[in-house]
C-alpha cells in the first residue's frame, strides 16, 4: 500500500498546527484575563473634555480607574469617580463626588450670584457630583442626583503625561452648621 502524497503533508504540518491552536489558546486565555481583570478590579482610562480642568486636562492624560475599591469601600466626599452620563448611557463621565445620600448640598444652577441658591438633600442611593470648572460642566445642577448604580468606579491615578503623574485623594471642604 503506498501513501497518498497529501496524507504525507498533513501529517508533517501536524505539529505546526499544534503549535499555532496552543498559540491561539494563550491568547485567547490572556483576552479573557485581560477582560476579567477590566470589568473586575480597574483599567486605564482617557480624560476629555474641560469640565474637571484644572484637575484633568482637556485631553490627552490617561488616568487609572478603579472598580474594585468602588465596590468594597463606601464613596467619600471629594474623589473623583467615572459613570455612565446620565444623558447618554453609552458614554462615560467623570466628576467629583460633592455630597452623598442625606447631606444638604448648596445649589446655584443660574451660575448667578447667590440669591438664586436653593438647597437639595441628596436621597438615599445617589450622589450629587460637579465639574471643577463649573462653567464648563454639565453635572448634577443639570441632571440633579445621580443613581449610585451609575458610577463605575473610582479615579486614583493620573499615569501619563509622566511629568503631571499623581495619586488622587478626596478633596472637598465642608460646611457644618
Known sequence: ???LPWLRR???TLPLFKTVGRGCLHAINLACILHLFKENIGSPCFSYGPSMLPTLETEGEVLIESIITHRLAPLARGEIVSLKSPYDPNKFICKRVIGLPGDIVCVDPTGLA???MEHVVVPKGHVWIA???LALSTDSRD???VAMALIRGRIVA???P???FKLFRPEATYIDD
Open 131 to 133: 465639574g471643577d470648572n
Open 114 to 116: 447667590a440669591p438664586s
Open 162 to 164: 509622566f511629568s503631571r
Open 10 to 12: 498533513i501529517s508533517q
Open 143 to 145: 441632571y440633579g442626583p
Open 158 to 160: 493620573r499615569i501619563f
Open 1 to 3: 500500500m503506498t501513501r
